[in-house]
């Protein structure tokens, strides 16, 4: 999914099973004396731990929502005001680190399996029994069916600028459906008013996690209809929080649902996002008790000022990300159709000055996969830092003098002094970039059309912690389309083919092998270059209780408290 | 503003209306005709004096110099502009490091940037570049387009302003409803449509400034031009069968240097400013070439941590452009010292 702060990036940033414990533990030391280390995972503040009820949260972002509508919206501050208001069948439980990929009931009465019977013993078909008595929130006030379930999956699917219908293309039907040949899909049954049974046509070890998405979020039918177009600024769902009002560019009001089905919650009265500004005026304001998160985390230039200080230094968390920043390289558009050149690229760009340059939060990357995706190769450098080897293979590109190109990136900091390292970098090698900056919500627009942009800074944020979250939107044809993720619009049948056969693999072990497999062929043809792998830091008020970094879902206002 | 033909110390307001008009050749910077110094002579020394008349005998520049050089300020601001355009010229040779060179040492352990040192002395920024090398060389970006875009609004101005205030009619209203249209838009607002519709370069950016930037001097020329072209010397061309052309070039325009003069150093300072608010928002010089404006938007976010970051391009930004300013209000109290003593 896309992050409209810092970069493009998928949301959801689960860390994942066996990596993530090494994070964790590495987290865990942060997040205890405040930022001394570098990385870190968060835990709950030594305020208060008795949760009360009542009070307002105060978050800050830079940039508001692009859509609420789950059906569309993928940016990380969509995701993340979504959260508070809809829900799905399932969620990760709301833990930092590890413990937070583990998939829970939400709307759905338990997480199926073949233990008990909710996943069939060929792995292809899924039952869910749903939750009695959950009710829209007002004006809707209407007990949830699963005729909801399936009316918001199929309107998800039909939508005309939905991204992500791709990950539910395995649900029998849905070809036809989105073809116009069938009116419903037929794999999305309707058993009784509290039992879904979804049919895949193989199966896919990765489909909990596909319907966990915010795309599968249930939204009631009468409400769509009275709002049509404009149901992405007036969302309403099942979740803890109603949506009261929405300011264009200044910020988003949310209040308690008073008839929230989960007893006790929410324990906010309000959540009130303001959206217009920066990352450093946020940190004066929090300084201030003006704001209580910091949404886009602690600007790079206030970091060194923000751990010196005693007081301030006990508000800081910390969580390693699984996403990526990446520059792409539109192979559509010359010279970057010569593989030699984007492999010379990869190893001109330093990736320790990049992580450098950011005061550390951040991690090196040198492979295609984050550190805590499975497929992920611990140790494993695809392309170093070496400038000499740079210049022999533009050389042996035909390019022994360089060439002039365009390097993009948004505006938002710190990618403009990022990327003119980058470009620094690039000049060491004879390559004269020219360097442009603009606005994030019209460089996510460009770097989707295809032969508009040369090459740019690209960030991914993990939807869900499985490696088919990487190759379908970065690496796929499906995804080289205009609107698509695949900035670099490279793709292959070979990597085609092998997607398609490691999703209908039933063995967990032999289907990341096959995974790592992928990144090694990807890495012979270098369509991007991996620089960092980012680490959030971010910081909340002394009074906000139970604050906690979530590996999915980053900040989660529906656990917080106000003391 | 009006222009009153310097002449000398002496007061002869009395006899000025006597002095015959003779066609006075300021523009190509000769003396004034010998039929008035003659009348000043006498004025000041009330009878008719050859020593007197070698006392005055002053050339119209030498006598401006002289009150210009009188005010203080101004040489203030003479001073700084030298310094400042010998710094722009040899910036390549005497700036210590190269201004777009990211340094290892540039940079803390932090990723931060480092303070004034002896390797570089006025601190570094956010990217380990030399801040000093980096001011060098933002000079020659600001003065670049100070002069250039100036100098295009400048012909602009004049142009139009010397069509629309001689031959008046049709070709007045239109003009000058167009500068007040121009005038009436904001002209951030204007540059920056301008310059996101082109690409982003120097010579983009001093072209929108041009265009953004003539309509005061159109107005100022105009206004100027409608007197004059009421006056005696302008008829008595007209009758001994001048041109317009040659009215405008030979009789008119020479009357115009000092406002054009005065108009253009304090629009220089206007200019410069205008530079650096629009490399500010991103649409100026691209980077890695330094200007100073898009130093201070680089290093706004580091005003906390690290002031100097901000502080040294905005000194510098305020020292030219207080530059101008002064050997503009100089040179305007030098031309017209009327105006001064009131």
């Given at each position: 999914m896309t992050k409209s702060i810092s970069q493009r990036t998928a949301v959801a940033v689960v860390a994942v099973v066996a990596v993530v414990a090494a994070l964790l533990a590495l987290s865990l030391g942060l997040a205890a004396c405040g930022g001394s280390s570098g990385g870190g995972g968060s835990s709950p503040t030594s305020s208060s731990n008795t949760p009360t009820q009542g009070g307002t949260l105060t978050l800050s972002y830079l940039t508001e929502p692009s859509s609420l509508d789950p059906a569309i919206a993928w940016n990380v501050i969509d995701w993340q005001i979504e959260h508070d208001i809809y829900q799905g069948l399932l969620q990760y439980a709301h833990e930092s680190g590890e413990a937070g990929t583990k998939l829970i009931p939400c709307l759905a009465t338990e997480v199926p399996s073949t233990a008990n019977g909710g996943i069939s013993a060929d792995g292809k078909v899924y039952t869910f029994h749903l939750r009695r008595g959950v009710k829209f929130q007002p004006p809707v006030n209407r007990e949830?069916?699963?005729?909801?379930?399936?009316?918001?999956?199929?309107?998800?699917?039909?939508?005309?600028?939905?991204?992500?219908?791709?990950?539910?293309?395995?649900?029998?039907?849905?070809?036809?459906?989105?073809?116009?040949?069938?009116?419903?899909?037929?794999?999305?049954?309707?058993?009784?008013?509290?039992?879904?049974?979804?049919?895949?046509?193989?199966?896919?070890?990765?489909?909990?996690?596909?319907?966990?998405?915010?795309?599968?979020?249930?939204?009631?039918?009468?409400?769509?209809?009275?709002?049509?177009?404009?149901?992405?600024?007036?969302?309403?769902?099942?979740?803890?929080?109603?949506?009261?009002?929405?300011?264009?560019?200044?910020?988003?009001?949310?209040?308690?649902?008073p008839q929230y089905w989960e007893a006790g919650k929410p324990?906010?009265?309000?959540?009130?996002?303001?959206?217009?500004?920066?990352?450093?005026?946020?940190?004066?304001?929090?300084?201030?008790?003006?704001?209580?998160?910091?949404?886009?985390?602690?600007?790079?230039?206030?970091?060194?000022?923000?751990?010196?200080?005693?007081?301030?230094?006990?508000?800081?968390?910390?969580?390693?990300?699984?996403?990526?920043?990446?520059?792409?390289?539109?192979?559509?558009?010359?010279?970057?159709?010569?593989?030699?050149?984007?492999?010379?690229?990869?190893?001109?760009?330093?990736?320790?000055?990049?992580?450098?340059?950011?005061?550390?939060?951040?991690?090196?990357?040198?492979?295609?996969?984050?550190?805590?995706?499975?497929g992920y190769q611990e140790g494993k450098v695809m392309y170093g830092y070496d400038p000499a080897k740079a210049k022999q293979l533009l050389a042996e590109a035909g390019y022994p003098n360089g060439f002039k190109t365009m390097l993009y990136t948004d505006n938002v900091d710190p990618n403009p002094k990022l990327w003119t390292s980058v470009q620094a970098d690039l000049a060491a090698v004879g390559v004269q970039a020219q360097l442009k900056t603009m606005s994030n919500n019209s460089y996510y627009t460009q770097q989707g059309t295809p032969g508009l942009l040369t090459a740019g800074s690209f960030g991914w944020w993990m939807d869900f912690p499985d490696p088919s979250d990487w190759i379908g939107p970065l690496f796929s044809k499906a995804s080289a389309v205009e609107g698509g993720m695949n900035s670099s619009f490279w793709w292959s049948p070979q990597l085609e083919k092998m997607f398609v056969d490691a999703q209908k693999m039933t063995d967990p072990a032999a289907r990341i092998k096959k995974y790592s497999d992928m990144q090694d062929y990807i890495a012979t043809q270098a369509p991007y270059v991996p620089c960092y792998q980012p680490i959030q830091t971010t910081m909340c008020t002394p009074t906000t209780g139970g604050f906690y970094l979530h590996p999915v879902y980053e900040i989660d206002p529906t656990q917080y408290w106000k003391n | 503003?009006?222009?009153?033909?310097?002449?000398?110390?002496?007061?002869?307001?009395?006899?000025?209306?006597?002095?015959?008009?003779?066609?006075?050749?300021?523009?190509?910077?000769?003396?004034?005709?010998?039929?008035?110094?003659?009348?000043?002579?006498?004025?000041?020394?009330?009878?008719?004096?050859?020593?007197?008349?070698?006392?005055?005998?002053?050339?119209?520049?030498?006598?401006?110099?002289?009150?210009?050089?009188?005010?203080?300020?101004?040489?203030?601001?003479?001073?700084?502009?030298?310094?400042?355009?010998?710094?722009?010229?040899?910036?390549?040779?005497?700036?210590?490091?190269?201004?777009?060179?990211?340094?290892?040492?540039?940079?803390?352990?932090?990723?931060?940037?480092?303070?004034?040192?002896?390797?570089?002395?006025?601190?570094?920024?956010?990217?380990?570049?030399?801040?000093?090398?980096?001011?060098?060389?933002?000079?020659?970006?600001?003065?670049?387009?100070?002069?250039?875009?100036?100098?295009?609004?400048?012909?602009?101005?004049?142009?139009?302003?010397?069509?629309?205030?001689?031959?008046?009619?049709?070709?007045?209203?239109?003009?000058?409803?167009?500068?007040?249209?121009?005038?009436?838009?904001?002209?951030i607002l204007l540059a920056v449509a301008l310059v996101s519709v082109l690409k982003p370069s120097i010579w983009i950016l001093i072209l929108v400034i041009g265009i953004v930037y003539w309509t005061p001097m159109t107005r100022v020329i105009h206004g100027e031009v409608l007197s004059i072209r009421e006056k005696e010397f302008v008829d008595a061309a007209r009758l001994t069968g001048c041109s317009s052309a040659r009215i405008l070039w030979r009789h008119i325009l020479p009357h115009l240097?000092?406002?054009?003069?005065?108009?253009?150093?304090?629009?220089?300072?206007?200019?410069?400013?205008?530079?650096?608010?629009?490399?500010?928002?991103?649409?100026?010089?691209?980077?890695?070439?330094?200007?100073?404006?898009?130093?201070?938007?680089e290093g706004q976010n580091y005003y906390l941590s690290a002031p100097h970051l901000v502080l040294y391009p905005g000194l510098a930004i305020m020292i030219t452009v207080l530059a101008f300013n002064l050997v503009g209000d100089g040179l305007r109290d030098a031309f017209d010292p009327q105006q001064r003593r009131r």
């Amino acid at each position: 999914m896309t992050k409209s702060i810092s970069q493009r990036t998928a949301v959801a940033v689960v860390a994942v099973v066996a990596v993530v414990a090494a994070l964790l533990a590495l987290s865990l030391g942060l997040a205890a004396c405040g930022g001394s280390s570098g990385g870190g995972g968060s835990s709950p503040t030594s305020s208060s731990n008795t949760p009360t009820q009542g009070g307002t949260l105060t978050l800050s972002y830079l940039t508001e929502p692009s859509s609420l509508d789950p059906a569309i919206a993928w940016n990380v501050i969509d995701w993340q005001i979504e959260h508070d208001i809809y829900q799905g069948l399932l969620q990760y439980a709301h833990e930092s680190g590890e413990a937070g990929t583990k998939l829970i009931p939400c709307l759905a009465t338990e997480v199926p399996s073949t233990a008990n019977g909710g996943i069939s013993a060929d792995g292809k078909v899924y039952t869910f029994h749903l939750r009695r008595g959950v009710k829209f929130q007002p004006p809707v006030n209407r007990e949830v069916t699963a005729e909801d379930f399936k009316y918001s999956f199929e309107r998800m699917m039909s939508s005309p600028r939905a991204p992500a219908t791709s990950f539910y293309m395995g649900v029998v039907g849905a070809d036809e459906f989105m073809k116009g040949k069938a009116t419903e899909i037929s794999g999305y049954k309707v058993v009784d008013p509290t039992t879904i049974q979804i049919t895949l046509k193989s199966p896919d070890l990765s489909f909990l996690n596909a319907v966990t998405m915010d795309f599968c979020d249930v939204v009631p039918k009468e409400w769509v209809d009275k709002w049509t177009k404009q149901f992405n600024r007036h969302p309403l769902g099942t979740g803890p929080f109603v949506f009261q009002k929405w300011t264009a560019g200044r910020e988003i009001v949310l209040t308690r649902n008073p008839q929230y089905w989960e007893a006790g919650k929410p324990y906010l009265d309000t959540i009130d996002y303001q959206l217009s500004f920066s990352p450093s005026t946020a940190l004066l304001k929090l300084e201030r008790g003006e704001v209580d998160v910091l949404g886009d985390g602690v600007p790079t230039a206030d970091l060194v000022r923000v751990q010196a200080d005693p007081n301030l230094k006990k508000q800081i968390y910390s969580q390693p990300l699984v996403a990526i920043s990446y520059m792409f390289m539109n192979v559509d558009m010359k010279p970057f159709d010569n593989v030699k050149v984007r492999q010379a690229l990869s190893w001109a760009i330093n990736r320790d000055k990049l992580v450098k340059l950011q005061g550390g939060q951040a991690m090196s990357l040198w492979q295609f996969y984050p550190k805590g995706m499975p497929g992920y190769q611990e140790g494993k450098v695809m392309y170093g830092y070496d400038p000499a080897k740079a210049k022999q293979l533009l050389a042996e590109a035909g390019y022994p003098n360089g060439f002039k190109t365009m390097l993009y990136t948004d505006n938002v900091d710190p990618n403009p002094k990022l990327w003119t390292s980058v470009q620094a970098d690039l000049a060491a090698v004879g390559v004269q970039a020219q360097l442009k900056t603009m606005s994030n919500n019209s460089y996510y627009t460009q770097q989707g059309t295809p032969g508009l942009l040369t090459a740019g800074s690209f960030g991914w944020w993990m939807d869900f912690p499985d490696p088919s979250d990487w190759i379908g939107p970065l690496f796929s044809k499906a995804s080289a389309v205009e609107g698509g993720m695949n900035s670099s619009f490279w793709w292959s049948p070979q990597l085609e083919k092998m997607f398609v056969d490691a999703q209908k693999m039933t063995d967990p072990a032999a289907r990341i092998k096959k995974y790592s497999d992928m990144q090694d062929y990807i890495a012979t043809q270098a369509p991007y270059v991996p620089c960092y792998q980012p680490i959030q830091t971010t910081m909340c008020t002394p009074t906000t209780g139970g604050f906690y970094l979530h590996p999915v879902y980053e900040i989660d206002p529906t656990q917080y408290w106000k003391n | 503003m009006s222009y009153v033909p310097p002449e000398g110390p002496g007061s002869h307001k009395t006899i000025s209306g006597l002095e015959p008009e003779t066609e006075i050749d300021l523009g190509l910077g000769s003396t004034v005709s010998g039929t008035s110094e003659i009348a000043s002579a006498v004025g000041a020394a009330g009878m008719w004096s050859p020593d007197a008349l070698l006392i005055e005998h002053r050339s119209l520049w030498g006598e401006i110099w002289r009150r210009f050089r009188r005010d203080k300020f101004a040489m203030v601001g003479v001073v700084a502009i030298i310094i400042l355009v010998l710094v722009a010229i040899l910036a390549p040779w005497i700036a210590p490091h190269d201004p777009t060179k990211q340094y290892d040492s540039g940079l803390t352990m932090q990723g931060m940037p480092v303070g004034p040192s002896h390797e570089f002395w006025l601190g570094t920024d956010t990217l380990g570049r030399d801040l000093l090398s980096r001011l060098m060389y933002g000079a020659r970006v600001s003065l670049v387009v100070g002069v250039l875009a100036n100098g295009f609004a400048l012909v602009l101005g004049v142009i139009f302003g010397l069509t629309a205030g001689y031959f008046r009619g049709w070709a007045e209203t239109l003009l000058m409803r167009m500068t007040d249209v121009m005038m009436a838009f904001p002209i951030i607002l204007l540059a920056v449509a301008l310059v996101s519709v082109l690409k982003p370069s120097i010579w983009i950016l001093i072209l929108v400034i041009g265009i953004v930037y003539w309509t005061p001097m159109t107005r100022v020329i105009h206004g100027e031009v409608l007197s004059i072209r009421e006056k005696e010397f302008v008829d008595a061309a007209r009758l001994t069968g001048c041109s317009s052309a040659r009215i405008l070039w030979r009789h008119i325009l020479p009357h115009l240097v000092a406002v054009i003069l005065v108009y253009t150093s304090l629009g220089l300072a206007t200019t410069i400013l205008f530079e650096a608010t629009l490399s500010y928002i991103g649409l100026g010089v691209q980077p890695p070439t330094p200007s100073w404006g898009q130093m201070i938007a680089e290093g706004q976010n580091y005003y906390l941590s690290a002031p100097h970051l901000v502080l040294y391009p905005g000194l510098a930004i305020m020292i030219t452009v207080l530059a101008f300013n002064l050997v503009g209000d100089g040179l305007r109290d030098a031309f017209d010292p009327q105006q001064r003593r009131r």
